[in-house]
Structures are given as structure tokens and as C-alpha cells.
DNA sequence: CATGAATGAGACTTCATTCAT
DNA sequence: GATGAATGAAGTCTCATTCAT
């Protein structure tokens, strides 16, 4: 019988998140068994509970680690040169396997149902609106954006037209069409930020 | 003992659907017993496979009554005057009960486990685009946008930026926040038609 | 909304127990519900209420009236010309809907779980023994059959033949098959009257 | 916590098997719940669900087990000398707890409702026929049954006899009775077998 | 570390029975 | 007489969790 990564506690951990998070995505919470989740690692289920103290601590766990990763990719990726980092994020956003890029939804339906989950996902959208005020804020002081922008309305909307987006995607939106308006959208706000003052 | 609703099936099944809506949305479908709806409403469990003949067509009619309900909003209250009429729609959407209003998000969060949850969502979201491009035809034809804009694009751009919006607010996006926003946003968006062409 | 029968209460619960005997024995009592028995009817549940004071009543009328029948039968059917009779029994059996040609091992399976349906049959077995006795006995006295011979054993023999037939057919006996071999049965039994003496 | 049989997963589920067995004959399959069968053991409900994947599963299980051990005991007890064997294999069979010996009866009820059960049961009867028509056929040949006797024919007349003796005892025929009428029976069908030809 | 046997609470569903209309 | 809405008990099955090995 194999361990699930030989002696490393963290790997094994990660091993177990990234199953489980693929198939909370796939099958949902309730709907994954812990037997489901161990089976797909090849492991039984009474391991799982040497790693989380139970169910609801893995979600948790995966919620975070996967917040984490997606507001790492961000922080790194945009720059201040907002439309070009933006068409790269999105890029590199739909090299990444489903239940990352749609996390966030996922997220969302458990978001009403456990207070731990809510407080990362708040606490997430805030930092997002932080990292993007803040690149937008350098393009505003070096006057590429007009003077009266209200940055963080600028974020705002940002961030809705990337969910937005993202939730088409999973009813069928092509990705030629995602990159499409993702882009033109950005664009647009960027080119008329004068819209958004407070 | 009480009646679901005296003598009118078709009352009473839109009575548990409301209920049921209502719970789900709140606690998730998983979450919610058959034994809580029917206790919600006043009725034994028994009652319920009276008109549903198990748990997941309830989920099903649910789905399949709120999205009419919300597909028949939009068909009403958005004219060709877009603009105004975008305004008044999300204001009456802010009128409507959570449950409803956030209805779209909720689905998707079962769309991964239900073949037919997916189908009428894939529907309805055809349907909102086409509604909107036609009333966008007609600007077009009036020489209020672009000539050579792409009303489609244009479509499926404004409604990734109202469900956006719509994710934001349940991370806790004010109203008043919201509003503007998508205001702007709207507004920016026929302003620059010409950005979004084919 | 069809009265089972117009008036006539013995006619409605003949017209009630009949669908409720083919029912039982196709799918078993257990597995035939109310409503399934009131469908086959085209009436509702709450009527057969009307007529029978619960479901075991139902089961115990069924055992009753299906055992009477096939009671009257043998004593109408089986003379002292045994053999001859043997055979047009036999026929007249194969002309029977099966839930009254098996019933009797229909019946069997309930005789463990309702002591009143037991109480039926068991007694039903000694009628069939005793009419079968008492057609020997003339035989015996005409010289017909070995003097020393034990009549109620002989009628246990035929009885058992009789009986273990009607399950092989039910396992897929043809019915040329169980004719010829009741018959060759009974003519050997009363051939070697004189091997059954008490 | 007491383990059903502390390690054999076989020694387990043979454990459960016969208590449903006995369960099922006594009270029948529908009324017996998984809950009396597990109780019976010592068990909960759940642990049933680790050895057999639903109640019917366990039906059919038990069903193969019963009709297999019936079958080797036939091919073990009865030999060339009919006659002999057909007597200590009825007294074999006293022997058997009910369940076991009225297996077929009980069975015969569950096969309109079930058809693997059906198929288990038809198959068996084949065999039966097949190995008793085997030991005639070696009668035959040493000339000790007539030679243009068919040996089918026998047989099925052999266990319909046999069959319909236990359906009797089910409804009270004594053991002794049974005894008797079983081996006369046999004795008789042997010596006249020239009854029975093609 | 890992296993797998066992548990027991809880979910969905069915259905005999009642009763007001 | 007949209906059909409602009940509530009971049954099947699942699954998170525990624990001895």
C-alpha cells in the first residue's frame, strides 16, 4: 500500500488537496465521499484523517491554498502595464487545469454555507482590489490614466468583467471569445477611466 | 392539518418551489433536507413526493421556474433604450429576493452535477444573448453605436459584467458600489462599440 | 370516475380481489401496494378502503376465495373413476389464469408471515385429502384398488404429485411434460395400491 | 464492538448469509429488514453494506449459496442404488434447519419478482434432473429398470414427488408420514418404469 | 504510517391508512 | 360511494468518523 508521498507531510498534504479539489470542482463537496477522494489517490480513507482533522478542514485547506495560488499568479503577473499583463493573465489563466480557473465559482456556492470559507473569500476579493488599485495607481500618477479615476471603482470593474467572463466560460463561451472581450473590455475601461471618478 | 394550499396543485407546487428555492440558495441543495423544505412550508415530508416525484426534479423545476422567471424580466424591462433601461433592470433586480437574484450563481454551481440544471442554463444564457443583441440591432440600425460593432460581442460583454457584479455583491460589493459600476460600465461600453467589431 | 362495479358490493369485491390475486402473485404481495391494485382497477386507493378493512384483510379474502375455488373444483371434477378424472383436473387446471393455477404456492410463501392465511390452507389440505379419501374408498370397496391399501395415504401421494408438478412448471415444466407424467403418476399409484398400506 | 468474524471476509459473509437465510424463510425477504438481519448478527445496519452491495445482492447471494449446497448434497448422497440413497437422502434433508430444507419453496416465491433469483433457480432444476437421470441411466444398463424406461421422465416425476412431499410437510404432513410415502413413491416409480417412455 | 472493519446518524423514498369534501 | 390530499412510520442506503491492528 502506498503512501501517498514517502515521509514529506507537506507534499502529502498537497498530494491531497489537489485531489480534492479537482473533484469538489468536478463532483461538488457534498457530492465527493472522503472514500472518493482517497480512491483517487490510491490511498484509504482512514489516511486522509492522519493529514485533516476531517471533512470540512480539507475544504477549507484546499479553499485557501487554492485562493492563494490564484492571488499569487495575480500579484505576479500584473505589472503596470495593466493591458498587457491583463491579456497575459488571462493566458495563463487558461493553461490552468478547471478547478483552479473556476475556483473562485466554486468557492462562491459554498461561500453561504461555511463562515471559514466566506471569511478567505472576502478576504481574497479585497487583497485583488488592493494589488490592482495599487499598479492602477502608478499608471495614474505617471498620467496614462485620467487624474480623477477613481482607482478602486477602476478595480472593481475589472474584477467583475474577469468573473463575468469566467462564468460564461463555464456555460460555453469559447475562449477566442473570453480573450476577445476580456481584452477590448479591459481596454475600454483603461481608455475611459475618466468614467469612473468618485 | 394543513393543506400545502388549499385545492390548487399548481399553487401549491409554486409554493414549495419557493420555499425550496429559497433554502437552497441559502444552504445549498445537498444541504437542504427534504424533511427542512417541507417543515419550512408547514407540511410533512410525504407531502412533497406528491408533487415532485423525488428530490432532484424539485431541483430541476426550481431551476427551470427561476430562470423564467428572471429570462422574462429581462425580456420585459430591457427597450431599446439600453442605457436607461439596463438602470431600471439592475434596480429591480436589487428589489428581488436573494434567492432569485442570485439564482444564476447558484445554478453554476450545480451545473457540473446536473445534466439538465446544465442544459436550461446553457439555453437561458443563449437566450439573454440574443435578447440583448436585438435591441442592440435596432440602435444600430438608428446609428446610435457603431456601425461595424459587433452586437454580439457587445452582449456577451455587458452580461459578463452584470454576473460579475453579481459575484461581487455576494462577496459583500455595496449596492451603491454595484450600481455605478455597472452604470459606467454599460455606458462605456456603447460609447466605444466600436471597440468590439468582428 | 368508474364505480368498480354499479351496486353491487359483492361484485366489487370480487372485481377487488381478483386484480389483487393476479397482482400478488406476479409481483407478490409486499411489492403490490394499494395504489398499484387500485390503478389496475381504475379507482383510487381510498375506495378499496371502502371495501376491505386493510391490506392483510385484502390478502386473507384473496387466500380465501381462490382457495374455495379450487376446492370446489377438485369436488366437482374428481369422481371415482379417479384416473379418467385425474386427467380432465389436470386440464381444467391448465386452463386457469396462473395466479389461481399456482396460488396454492403462491400461498405457501405467506403461510410463515400470517397465521390466518395459514389456518386456511392448512385445512384446505385436509378437504382435498379427505375428498380424495373418500373417491378411494368407493374403489376399494368395488375391488378396484388393493383391499389392504391405505386410502389417505394414497391421496397424500396424489396431492404431493399434483403439487410438486405445479412447481416444476413453474420452473419451466412444458405442459405435455406435467400431463404425462401426473398421469403415468396417478395410474402407477393406484396400479400398486397395495405398496401404500398403514 | 464486535467484528462479525474477527478477519475472514468469507467466514463474514457466510455468517450473514445464513442468518438472513433462516431470516428470509421465516419471515420472508420484504419483511425482513436489513436492520433485523444485522441485529440478528450483532451488527449495524452499515456493517451489511461492506460484504453485499444492496439487500437485493444478499438475496441473490444466499439464494446461489442454499440452492449450491442443496445441489452437492444431492451428488454427494445419491448413488446408483435409487432406492437406497433416495431414503438417507430424505433423512439427511430432516436434518436440515428449515431454511435450508424448505429453500426451494421459499425461492419459488421470489421468482416472478426477481430474475436472477429466477435464473439460479431454473438452472438448479436442470441439474437436478441431470444428475438423477444419470444414476438411471446406469440402472438401465445393468437391467435393473426397463430398458425402453425414459430416464427424464423419472426423474422429473422423482422431484416433483419429492417437491411436493416438502410443500406437504409445510402445511403439517408429519415426518414419519412423509417418510414413508417418499420411499414408497420411489420404490414404485422404479418398478414400474416402463410406465415412463418416450 | 496506513489500513479496513465497524458504527450510527441522517438522508431519500415508499406506502398503508385516514379523512374532509 | 368515491376521491385525493396528507400523514408518519418504516425501510434502504450512504458516509464521515473512529479505532484496533
Redesign the pocket.
Known amino acids: 500500500?502506498?503512501?501517498?508521498?514517502?515521509?514529506?507531510?507537506k507534499q502529502?498534504m498537497d498530494t491531497i488537496m489537489e485531489s480534492a479539489s479537482r473533484l469538489f470542482f468536478e463532483s461538488g463537496y457534498?457530492?465527493?465521499?472522503?472514500?472518493?477522494?482517497?480512491r483517487e489517490i490510491?490511498?484509504?480513507?482512514?489516511?486522509?484523517?492522519?493529514?485533516?482533522?476531517?471533512?470540512?478542514?480539507?475544504l477549507y485547506e484546499v479553499c485557501r491554498r487554492n485562493t492563494n495560488l490564484l492571488e499569487d499568479n495575480l500579484d505576479k503577473l500584473v505589472t503596470e502595464d495593466i493591458l498587457e499583463s491583463a491579456k497575459s493573465f488571462f493566458k495563463a489563466e487558461l493553461e490552468l487545469p478547471e478547478h483552479l480557473r473556476f475556483h473562485w465559482i466554486f468557492a462562491l456556492g459554498e461561500i453561504n454555507k461555511n463562515q471559514r470559507v466566506r471569511k478567505i473569500l472576502l478576504e481574497s476579493y479585497e487583497n485583488y482590489v488592493k494589488i490592482i488599485s495599487s499598479r492602477l495607481e502608478v499608471l495614474k500618477e505617471r498620467g496614462l490614466i485620467s487624474g480623477d479615476a477613481d482607482t478602486r471603482k477602476l478595480s472593481l470593474t475589472m474584477i467583475a468583467l474577469h468573473n463575468g467572463i469566467m462564468m460564461s466560460m463555464m456555460q460555453g463561451l469559447s475562449e477566442a471569445d473570453a480573450s476577445e472581450i476580456f481584452e477590448a473590455g479591459i481596454r475600454n475601461i483603461l481608455k475611459n477611466s475618466s468614467l469612473y471618478k468618485n
Open positions: 500500500m502506498p503512501k501517498v508521498v514517502k515521509g514529506y507531510r502529502a457534498q457530492e465527493s465521499s472522503m472514500d472518493d477522494i482517497a490510491g490511498v484509504t480513507k482512514g489516511t486522509l484523517y492522519l493529514y485533516f482533522k476531517n471533512k470540512e478542514e480539507l
